[in-house]
């Protein structure tokens, strides 16, 4: 994942350069939170499966502490990746999506979640395909759940290759 938003933010730059002899310092951190994202999700993936493995064969030793820090981390990081756009005089804001949600309802502001349960600290390896889950209890109707790192990594990459492409 962000292969692509990662070639599209070297053709914006490329393009920059060509047209403006180089692009602000937010645009550089841009490109640099990206880069951070897409080692974190690969990091990511790794982990999620040894913790599936180790779970599946009963082993005790487990990596299940640094992929709930790196899962956290990639949200907090979106974080940053949400207020660059914001400020940015190049780019429109990032649309909604999970991992703005996860990062927003779950990890920054849980005491605002309708579920008091969202509130204590939750985290789950997930499955192969959607990933470690923050706070995957589902709560009341209309309770905010996460879908799983893997995928909202995927929609987020989605969102930025669109946001890049409408600038080239």
């Known amino acids: 994942m962000f292969e692509r ?14 047209e403006q002899g180089g692009f602000s310092a937010s645009d550089a951190e841009l490109g640099l939170k990206i880069s951070q994202l897409q080692w974190l999700i690969k990091r990511a993936q790794i982990l999620n499966v040894l913790v599936l493995d180790c779970a599946r064969k009963k082993k005790t030793h487990s990596p299940f502490d640094e992929l709930e820090i790196i899962s956290e981390s990639f949200y907090y990081f979106v974080g940053r990746l949400e207020e660059l756009l914001k400020y940015s005089e190049s780019f429109p804001n990032l649309p909604r999506c999970g991992a703005t949600k996860v990062r927003h309802q779950l990890l920054q502001h849980p005491e605002k979640e309708k579920s ?7 985290f789950t390896s997930g499955d192969y395909d959607g990933g470690p889950l923050i706070k995957s209890y589902s709560g009341p109707e209309g309770s905010f759940t996460d879908k799983g790192l893997f995928y909202n990594a995927k929609e987020l990459d989605e969102k930025i290759v669109n946001i890049l492409t409408s600038k080239q």
């Open 5 to 18: 938003s990662l070639e599209e933010f070297r053709r914006y730059r490329d393009k920059c350069f060509k």
């Open 116 to 122: 008091r349960a969202k509130f204590m600290p939750m």
